[in-house]
């Protein structure tokens, strides 16, 4: 008798508790973050021509004293050039103009799973491994200034430059009804001497 | 010793239920290949519109909460001792442009009689050029002994507001149309522009 109410005991404990467990589980989850309505900031008119487009996966590492950060970013750059305002005459029977300085632009790409944090971590036992927001940003803007970097250094930059004068001497060509020579003064790029210092 | 088979028992049953719940709302790992990608592009941008997005981290309130997960944890939160209270944004670009590669000799059409020349571009099409990689930080107040939110919460936050935003520009046409609309007056003045000199009357007209 005692032993079969045990046994009804433990087994409605079991039930109750396994039907709790899966109420909780399909219950709405928590969110503790509200999202709020897109804006539009403004509206930018330009002409821009766009050689080249680059999606890239890259390491995001930093440390700040004895705080260690390491993710990865999935990056979109463009290398394009304003031809609002181009330099020649556009009446002469050979129009002759040089391909203004480059414009690279690098974004986070918008695909899901762009950025991603693997680890934060301190060297020292009871140190504490967070990064404010004003770091993180500070260690991401020297990821941008890196990568742009090697777009110098490995020819991309020269490679979009030459592809842009190709492109805009076919439109203004086709355009203009005329010949038109597209001469480029800088072919590794107008910021190449800068941003790649000799070495020593 | 019959007991111990009905302890067994019972937590053989709880067990399965734990497992049965877990899998049931553990994440599914969303592994994309991507690889590193170079093109040529020949893209004529002439517009670009920066789209800014919030959101804001708070505690649940109790009154605000559903379910029992949201009620648990909306109760836990108000036995914490402190606030835990942020509000992040960045901007997300969009793009108008012409494919130059659409532009043919066909699409140029000179009228001597009437002293015009026709230029029909391609259809302006829209894209999405990416994200700023920071996050800006319009609030921040975390008091007492509440944990700081780190740099893996803001990754996810940010994770999720791309996800929200791409949806709403998807289904409001209101982004695009405006973009264009200023795109499509962009390229019209830059040819009239580039075609006021050569003695003939530009007319800008575009496909689709």
């Known amino acids: 008798m005692r032993s079969t109410l045990i046994k009804i005991i433990f087994i409605i404990v079991a039930v109750a ?21 897109a804006t539009i900031n403004n509206v930018r008119t330009m002409a821009r021509l766009q050689s080249m487009e680059i999606y890239d996966e890259v390491p995001v590492k930093g ?15 463009n290398v394009g050039f304003d031809i609002d305002k181009l330099d020649a005459d556009l009446s002469a029977d050979t129009v002759r103009l040089y391909l203004p300085a480059e414009v690279i632009d690098v974004y986070e790409s918008t695909d899901p799973g762009s950025y991603i ?33 090697r777009l110098y250094a490995n020819g991309t930059v020269a490679r979009a430059r030459a592809e842009a004068t190709g492109n805009l001497q076919s439109m203004l060509s086709l355009t203009l009804g005329k010949p038109v020579v597209v001469s480029d003064s800088t072919p590794r790029g107008a910021r190449y001497k800068e941003i790649i210092k000799p070495s020593k | 010793m019959r007991i111990f088979v009905i302890m067994k028992h019972t937590l053989l049953i709880l067990l399965v239920a734990v497992i049965g719940a877990a899998a ?34 708070d505690d649940l309130d109790f009154e605000d909460a559903k379910g029992i997960r949201q009620k648990t944890d909306a109760l836990l939160s108000s036995l914490k001792i402190g606030k835990r209270k942020a509000a992040y944004s960045y ?9 130059l ?13 009437a002293k015009t020349v026709t ?89 689709g």
Request: charged content about 30%.
């Open chain 1, 17 to 37: 508790t396994a039907g709790l467990l899966a109420y909780f589980f399909v219950s709405p989850e928590v969110d503790k973050a509200s999202m709020h309505e």
């Open chain 1, 63 to 77: 440390s700040i004293g004895s705080r260690h950060l390491v993710g990865r970013l999935r990056v979109r750059g």
């Open chain 1, 117 to 149: 944090v693997f680890d934060t971590w301190n060297d020292a036992l009871f140190g504490k491994s967070n990064f404010t927001t004003a770091e993180e940003n500070s260690i991401k803007a020297k990821v941008k200034a890196n990568w742009i970097k």
């Open chain 2, 24 to 57: 049931g709302c553990s994440k599914q790992d969303p592994s994309t290949a991507f690889y590193t990608r170079l093109h040529s592009a020949n893209k004529l941008v002439f517009a670009s519109m920066s789209i800014s997005k919030m959101a804001t981290i």
């Open chain 2, 91 to 99: 901007d997300t670009y969009l793009r108008a442009y012409i494919d």
């Open chain 2, 101 to 113: 590669s659409e532009l043919t000799p066909d699409d140029v059409k000179i009228d001597d009689a």
């Open chain 2, 119 to 207: 230029i029909t571009l391609p259809a302006v099409k829209t894209e999405f050029a990416g994200r700023d990689l920071g996050l800006r930080e319009d609030h921040y107040r975390v008091t007492g002994l509440r944990s700081d939110i780190n740099a893996q919460e803001r990754a996810q936050i940010k994770e999720r507001m791309n996800t929200h935003l791409k949806a709403e520009v998807e289904g409001d046409d209101t982004f695009r149309a405006v973009l264009t609309e200023q795109a499509r007056n962009k390229a019209r003045s830059y040819f009239e522009n580039l075609l006021s000199d050569s003695g003939y009357v530009p007319v800008i007209k575009f496909r």
